[in-house]
């Protein structure tokens, strides 16, 4: 079983900063994906930044920085200018796969609010 743990949320005024943590921990696996998404009420949840791929999504290029330290399993997300529509929980995702079958994993969500 993996677990991941997010922290880093918070209130934020517009043009603020904040960085997202998410550490896993749990059984060995091999690691097929990582990434962080968001979700705001009512909106679909949304990919925000891939470090398989190193994509991002469009309205945070520039923005947003995705990273990880392998030695502590952990993945961040450093968002900079945020704007009111950053405003969402924030999720971390990761895909492994354990014998020959890809499992995806969520941390708990952490809530993100930028306003003034």
């Known amino acids: 079983q993996v677990q991941l743990v997010e922290s880093g949320g918070g209130l934020v005024q517009p043009g603020g900063s904040l960085r997202l943590s998410c550490a896993a921990s749990g059984s060995i696996f091999s690691i097929l994906a990582m990434g962080w998404y968001r979700q705001a009420p009512g909106k679909e949840r949304e990919l925000v930044a891939s470090i398989t791929s190193g994509e991002y999504a469009d309205s945070v290029k520039g923005r947003f920085t995705i990273s990880r330290d392998n030695a502590k399993n952990t993945v961040y997300l450093q968002m900079n200018s945020l704007k009111p529509e950053d405003t969402a929980v924030y999720y971390c995702?990761?895909?492994?796969?354990?014998?020959?079958?890809?499992?995806?994993?969520w941390g708990q969500g952490t809530q993100v609010t930028v306003s003034s």
């Open positions: 995702k990761v895909i492994v796969r354990r014998d020959g079958i890809s499992r995806i994993y």
